[in-house]
């Protein structure tokens, strides 16, 4: 399996080769030139994998999967790595990601199953962490192998960040420096990062918001000298391995919420930067039976616009809202360069045209003329909706009462988008982001009481921090990862 870039760089590369790299060389993101096709026969035994039981059911689809995609690891390896990752040990659970079903009076009884799918249980207590996890064990491996060392910069408006931090907390060979927007994270998430005291671990609160993060990430990962020089990668979505690692749960939903591999199922995913639902496109593609993919956004809405009008407009940072579901707050889903390269017929110098050119230019581009823009819905099975505090708020309350059950702002979006889009006789699963404990401000908002917190995480907003305040300055940054690759 070779692996091109959205923006037409004619090179090709293996997967552990863009494992290490980030970004293309000319600013694109990784896909693979083909999306491995999963027949009946081929998903009737997946189940059949999944469904052998713990130990091992989640960690062995995972290595079927992966398998599609890696073919520079040997399978021994690779197989290892994954029993080695999604353990019931890391994840507290045997089933890894558990669906729990909410009954939807408002649906009728025409609806087949309203589900949360639990992608929470890691280190973390956020969805990052499934990917993550392992992430960090294909970066330790490759790195031993090629005996080489590797310096991530990565960029987090809230659960990323923490998620590569404990992934790669201690790892050989392995150094982050993580940048976030300085006050616009929860308390208990900054609390999760900047408590960390690993020497490898560097943690960086930028003056301004998400975007400006990512676009230091990025002007770093396209500043192909000192990348080199300083052998930089990322652990953000753009990077392949991330994504590919969450293709897995899309089919570990699917298999606990049909009996029959002809049913076809809905996904719904709280969505700022497309990453996680990005996964889900990858899984449709190779052939698992998604009828829609459900974009739920919060009052950051360019991607529910898109899906509207066909107008991708990038906001500035003076119009990115500050939200009580904060890892939302996106103005710029890079991500999402991935899925209109599928959407555009795989058109690299168009795509460039649009995210390199009009987007740095004029802040938007807009598709809504383009007969391909109705793909996005009839052939690609995208819908989208957004949520504000008072929905979030409205939601929690309703499904705590309903089900007894307490769910985080971002699932809170997620659950109140979804309800939108229900069809009779077809599940739907929302993709749970994170555990209440995270946002429990608005939590008590609506409810009137704390979230239940895990006993590790007793008291961590009082544990000393250790974090560097900095502007919104590439040139600052770079400088301060060149000092401490120099001191390491």
Known sequence: MLYLSTRGDPGRKHFCEILLEGLAPDGGLYLPERYPQVDSSTLARWRQVFNQGAPGGYAALAFEVLSLYIDDIPAADLRALCE??????????????????????????????????????????AFKDMAMQLLGN?????????GEELNILGATSGDTGSAAEYAMRGKRGVRVFMLSPHGRMSPFQQAQMFSLMD???????????????????????NDLAFKREHKIGTVNSINWA?????????????????THDTERVSFTVPS????????????????????????????????????????????ISADT?????????????????RFVFDLLGRDGARVKTLFG??????????????????????RYGFRSGKSTHENRLETIRDVFKRHGVMIDTHTADGVKVA??????????????????????ETIVEALGQQPHRPPQFEGIEDLPKRVRVMPASTAAVQAFVAEHCVRA
């Open 84 to 125: 080695k990752t999604y353990t019931e040990a890391v994840y507290g659970t045997p089933q890894i990601v558990p669906l729990k079903k909410l009954e939807d009076p408002s649906a009728g009884s025409g609806q087949a199953g309203f589900y949360l799918e639990a992608l929470s249980n890691g280190p973390t207590l």
């Open 138 to 146: 294909l970066f330790e491996y490759e790195l031993a192998r090629r």
């Open 199 to 221: 020497q490898n671990i560097h943690n960086i609160a930028i003056e301004g918001v998400f975007d400006d993060c990512q676009d230091i990430v990025k002007n770093v990962s």
């Open 242 to 258: 991330r994504l590919l690692a969450q293709v897995v749960y899309y089919f570990a939903g699917y298999f606990q919420a049909t």
């Open 272 to 315: 700022g930067n497309f990453g996680n639902v990005c996964a889900g496109h990858v899984a449709r593609q190779m052939g698992l039976p998604i009828d829609r993919l459900v974009v739920a956004t919060n009052e950051n809405d360019v991607l529910d616009e898109f899906f509207r009008t066909g107008v991708y407009r990038v906001r």
């Open 321 to 337: 809202h500050e939200t009580s579901s904060p890892s939302m707050d996106i103005s710029k889903a890079s991500n999402f360069e």
């Open 357 to 378: 050119d009009a987007v740095a230019r004029d802040g938007r581009f807009d598709l809504s003329a383009d007969p391909a823009f109705a793909d996005a819905a009839t």
């Open 419 to 440: 309800r939108e889009h229900l069809q009779a006789g077809v599940p739907m699963i929302v993709l749970e982001t994170a555990l209440p404990i995270k946002f429990a």
